[in-house]
């Protein structure tokens, strides 16, 4: 299974990015889709996921800012980030989990420029 992200840059605080991942080599709709941060020093943690059926979970710092989706057609799922802080500044992984199966992207990176 390969995830490929996109879409990391600088950004300024209050501006927005959008992440995409694109999957291959799996069955992208039975899959668990989650985007990750990590920056150095940290554990990398759960930013948000989306399940096979369009439930989303939200880590509670970028809940009412972030907005993941999937689209199962183009094997793809994104992160919508608005109102981005200093404090968004990580690299950015997309994961995939199904069955106690689990991948993970490159990362890309996000960064306050500020």
């Known amino acids: 299974v390969r995830l490929v992200e996109s879409g990391g840059g600088l950004v300024q605080a209050g501006g927005s990015l959008r992440l995409t991942c694109v999957a291959s080599g799996s069955i992208f709709s039975i899959n668990t889709m989650g985007w990750y941060r990590q920056t150095p020093g940290t554990q990398r943690e759960l930013v948000a996921n989306i399940s096979p059926s369009g439930s989303t979970m939200y880590a509670d710092s970028v809940k009412g800012r972030f907005t993941i989706s999937r689209d199962n057609a183009k094997v793809t799922v994104h992160l919508q980030m608005n109102s981005l802080k200093p404090e968004d500044t990580a690299v950015y992984y997309c994961?995939?989990?199904?069955?106690?199966?689990?991948?993970w992207g490159q990362g890309t990176q996000v960064t306050d420029s500020s």
């Open positions: 994961n995939r989990y199904v069955l106690g199966e689990s991948d």
